[in-house]
RNA sequence: CGGGGCGUAGCGCAGCUGGUAGCGCGCAGCGUUCGGGACGCUGAGGUCGGAGGUUCAAAUCCUCUCGCCCCGACCA
């Protein structure tokens, strides 16, 4: 490719809007354009990169077993209403309505198309396991699209769905899956920690991240450096200590008493009058749900992870309950217990079981109790893990100090079970002739956000520095004073030699300054920079450097690009999982 | 949806105590330069996000509206 003829040019200045160095990167190399909040056209750098990492995607995908098909975009609402996702989507999905009023969604994700395709396509187990994937545009309506690439509305996701005749299957299937996802980060040069992850309302028991650690990253990864435990924040268990055992004081259940604990409202308020550590009080905390209050009560020194909660109440809709649904509910802010409490919903951290003796309100303005035990004097309605973890706590492995880190999710996997497959009538008849439900996998990517993910963490001031195997171009060639005659015709000769020997060439034949060519060449991050200049002719030579090192090496011209060829041969062996 | 910020040339910005728009980069032409974003001269390019209002006069003041970004909520 000719740079003069190439559209789309770089930005010495980002703009404004972009925030994030991924996405000022993107904007800057004109590799990428907006059109609206979360919708980006790719301009043929960008675009070229994208298509390396869907042909590796689809390379993994092929030879995990996988088929490739193609799904429609366009959905009949019904689809949705059958599987009953167009409520848990929510206005997340995209709808629209055709001339004759028939109802369309626009497919944010293709389990429902698929799972009714296999439902007519397979009978029998002996055509099982079925792994189907494609890589299109999917649309979804984000309440906030942010970071460039990193969420967007309109995005090129490749989905592998799996169909197998029972769990033993799935397994296996996730297994394959999994591995395919390690070739695919290990390929695109990215550092993926699979982690632990939150399936959400609908799904099985199994789910798994992959992750890519770095600031801008929107999600929380809770891991131990010492056991390898990582789990997404929504999901993370740690070890509750016992930490309510304060020395001197008693452990025994002591009698219930009311005390006075005027303006002491907050946890630390009442944690200092008392006298006590937080962890030896009991906070309340109140939600609403699904039209339903809710009273959570959990360790003071504790939080409230709200997807686990949410997980236990298996509610869709959760938020915090206001100030006048708390007082409808009969409770006092600041002084509410679940000691006498009737008619609300209780729901228990079970850290309230590692320790006794708690102080806790006593649902009266300015009052608490000491030494309250459960279950001697409270009742709950579900005890169970609803505590986020946080950075410091115990490993529920290992017991090692756990540590947090923000990161991008590049990946997810889940095992589904048979809820959709179900819905669809998907079913298969076993050996014995007996009908059963396909057990559903999922498997999802997103291209856009890889690219992302990989100008995110492999970049340093100059620009973008692409791994050889995403790279737009694998060369760039950049020669120097192409004004000077016995520089212009070596020049042409060299691309067309380049690009004979099948090498991915961009060739920087603008009539620019040195400075401006090498700083472009920077920021596009082509791998491979080769120089030719009235100074590298006279001694018959090309300059290369890799956009990883300071260093140049000379390459004689003579017979150049097949020595190009296997210096970059060489590059993709070491770089090779 | 709550909180905050911003919309002036392709990009980055100034102008905002009202008087009809400017700078840098980029772009076009000519000339000089040529190993890390060169220089000179000439030039093109703007519904000042949109609508309404106030005024003799609005980029500037008022009202409404649209869009974009960030934080949070949300997000299989």
């Not at 990492?53 to 019904?78: F, H, S, W």
């Not at 025994?252 to 962890?279: C, D, H, Q, R, Y």
């Not at 009273?295 to 959760?318: M, P, Q, W, Y």
């Not at 951290?349 to 030494?371: I, L, Q």
Request: proline fraction near 6%; glycine fraction near 8%.
């Amino acid at each position: 490719m000719r740079y003069s003829k190439l559209f789309g040019k770089t930005l010495r200045q980002a703009p404004a809007e972009a925030e994030s160095i991924s996405h000022q990167l993107l904007l800057r190399t004109g590799m990428i354009a907006q059109e609206a909040a979360g919708i980006y056209s790719y301009l043929p750098l960008g675009w070229r990169a994208l298509r390396k990492i869907e042909n590796i995607i689809r390379d993994e995908m092929d030879k995990a077993g996988g088929q490739e098909l193609m799904l429609p975009v366009l959905q009949p609402l019904e689809l949705w209403q059958q599987s009953g996702r167009d409520v848990s989507f929510g206005k997340s999905l995209f709808t629209l309505t055709d001339r004759k009023e028939h109802k369309l969604a626009l497919g944010p994700t293709h389990e429902e198309v698929t799972a009714d395709l296999v439902h007519r396509y397979v009978q029998s187990y002996r055509e099982l396991p079925v792994l189907l994937y494609q890589i299109q545009t999917k649309l979804r309506d984000e309440p906030r699209p942010r970071g460039g690439l990193l969420r967007v509305r309109e995005f090129i996701m490749k989905d592998l769905y799996s169909f197998d005749a029972d769990e033993a299957g799935l397994a296996e299937s996730y297994q394959k899956m999994c591995q395919a996802y390690k070739n695919i980060y290990a390929r695109l040069g990215l550092p993926a920690l699979m982690v632990e992850a939150d399936s959400g309302a609908i799904g099985g028991k199994d789910s798994h991240e992959f992750m890519v650690i770095t600031e801008t990253g929107e999600d929380e990864v809770i891991y131990c450096t010492d056991c390898g435990y990582a789990a997404n924040i929504e999901k993370a268990k740690f070890v509750k200590t016992d930490k309510a055992t304060v020395p001197g004081k008693a452990r025994n259940p002591l009698p219930l008493e009311e005390i006075a604990t005027p303006e002491s409202k907050t946890i630390e308020e009442v944690a200092k009058f008392v006298g006590v550590p937080a962890s030896q009080t009991l906070k309340a905390v109140f939600y609403f749900t699904d039209g339903e209050f809710v009273f959570a009560i959990i360790r003071g020194d504790l939080e409230v992870n709200e997807t686990k909660l949410r997980n236990a109440l298996k509610c869709s809709e959760l938020r915090l309950a206001t100030e006048s649904e708390v007082n409808a509910a009969g409770l006092v802010a600041g002084f509410a217990s679940p000691i006498g409490i009737k008619g609300v919903k209780v729901i228990a951290d079970d850290s309230v079981t590692s320790g006794s003796n708690f102080v806790v309100g006593a649902n009266k303005p300015g009052y608490h109790f000491m030494n309250a035990n459960y279950p001697r004097d409270f009742q709950v309605d579900l005890i169970t893990d609803i505590a986020i973890a946080r950075p410091g706590d115990s490993c529920p492995i290992c017991g090692g100090k756990l540590s947090s880190a923000r990161a991008i999710e590049v990946g997810h996997v889940f095992k589904l079970g048979t809820f959709i497959s179900e819905k669809f009538g998907a079913s298969f008849l076993d050996s014995d002739g007996k009908s059963r439900p396909i057990v559903m996998g999922s498997y999802g990517i997103g291209l856009g956000r890889l690219l992302a993910a990989i100008a995110e963490q492999s970049h340093d001031d100059k620009g973008i520095i692409w791994p050889l195997p995403v790279a737009p171009y694998q060369v760039y060639f950049c020669p120097l004073s192409l004004d000077k005659p016995e520089v212009l015709p070596t020049a042409e000769k060299i691309y067309q030699e380049l690009q004979k020997e099948g090498i991915e060439v961009l060739f920087d034949d603008r009539d620019e300054s040195p400075g401006v060519k090498f700083n472009d060449a920077d920021l596009l991050g082509i791998p491979l920079r080769l120089t030719l200049s009235p100074r590298t002719l006279q001694s018959q030579s090309v300059e290369a450097k890799w956009r990883t090192e300071k260093k140049p090496q000379l390459l004689p011209l003579e017979n150049l690009a097949p020595q190009v060829k296997r210096l970059l041969e060489e590059k993709a062996v070491r770089a090779q999982p």
